[in-house]
């Protein structure tokens, strides 16, 4: 059974960092990109960041510069460093994970449960 479970998630103010992390279990890690997609209310899901099985990155325009993906193979886990959160970075955030890549949600194989991030002003 394919787990992803995301942890790290909460409140904090604008300015501050959060580091989010997703374990995953119950496929092969290291053949996967994965990912993070975050959902504020009344908006679509979109798009964070992703990182394919061999280390490259892509992220949204919004933010690039802020936001750091990562991921250790021998933990199964992928990681989301935020620095400098905004307001409107607040949502609810899915970590995803596809055998072809993410950058589209078409290509996402499976999803976590998603963790709340609410970033005060």
């Known amino acids: 059974q394919v787990q992803l479970v995301e942890s790290g998630g909460g409140l904090v103010q604008a300015g501050g960092s959060l580091r989010l992390s997703c374990a995953t279990s119950?496929?092969?890690?290291?053949?996967?990109?994965m990912g993070w997609y975050r959902q504020a209310p009344g908006k679509q899901r979109e798009l964070v960041a992703s990182?394919?099985?061999?280390?490259?990155?892509h992220y949204g325009d919004s933010v690039k510069g802020r936001f750091t993906i990562s991921r250790d193979n021998a933990k199964n886990t992928v990681y989301l460093q935020m620095n400098s959160l905004k307001p409107e970075d607040t949502g609810v955030y899915y970590c995803?994970?596809?055998?072809?890549?993410?950058?589209?949600?078409?290509?996402?194989?499976?999803w976590g449960q998603g963790t709340q991030v609410t970033v005060s002003s």
């Open positions: 995803a994970a596809g055998r072809f890549g993410i950058i589209t949600q078409r290509g996402v194989g499976y």
């Open positions: 119950g496929y092969i890690f290291t053949d996967n990109a």
């Open positions: 990182i394919t099985n061999t280390g490259g990155t």
